[in-house]
């Protein structure tokens, strides 16, 4: 008797098995994704005051990384708290209209804008500015270069501002509306993925 369990049939079956992917679904006309987006658009600047707690990793040239993150919005000013794996403190980076402050290896240094202050400490030129704008899932306003694409729920999926490339790979439901649990933000050899462990919008 031939042993249907031989190699080339078990072969033949995980071939198949393969090929039966979910199938994709239809995308919507771009008109009806431009509405959805408007709408959720709106609902999102009304976003002023805002807390998410997550993860960071970040990759930079010869290193890399994770640590847990709170990002506090308050309006325009913003405070970051980044901590290691066992809750030691990192950094914390304070922006507002007198400038931004951070702490880190019980020291204090201040700049004029986040990107400067950053770069002299780290060498690294990171668009913590633009975070604020991308993290809620919004492109950043007056930026003339921008290239974005809509999902079918009218959420952006793919963003291009600036220089860098910003993929939301999860969305997290928190009414009024859904927030990104995932994203990715790339240029260069610099990538940040940032998961969102719990929002709170106030």
């Given amino acids: 008797m031939r042993n249907l369990f031989s190699l080339p049939a078990l072969l033949l079956i995980i ?8 199938p994709k679904e239809p995308e919507l006309p771009l ?3 431009q509405t959805l987006w408007e709408t959720r658009h709106k609902a999102l600047q009304q976003m002023n005051h805002w807390q998410l707690m997550g993860k960071l990793g970040l990759r930079v040239p010869d290193q890399s990384g994770s640590m847990s993150v709170e990002w506090l919005q308050n309006r325009q000013d913003f405070t970051v708290y980044l901590d290691g794996p066992l809750g030691q403190s990192l950094a914390k980076i304070e922006s507002n209209d007198h400038g931004i402050v951070v702490e880190a290896d019980g020291k204090r240094y201040q700049g004029r804008t986040p990107e400067a202050l950053l770069y002299d400490l780290t060498g690294w030129q990171l668009p913590v500015s633009y975070l604020r704008f991308w993290i809620q899932g919004v492109p950043v306003p ?3 270069e921008t290239s974005m694409q809509l999902d079918n729920e009218g959420q952006l999926s793919h963003l291009k501002q600036a220089g860098w490339t910003i993929d939301y790979l999860e969305y997290q439901n928190q009414p009024p509306v859904s927030l990104p649990g995932r994203i990715r933000v790339e240029k260069g050899d610099i990538r940040m993925t940032l998961v969102a462990r719990r929002w709170q919008v106030k």
């Fill in 15 to 22: 071939l198949v098995s393969g090929c039966a992917t979910t």
């Fill in 31 to 33: 008109e009806l994704r």
């Fill in 142 to 144: 007056d930026i003339q």
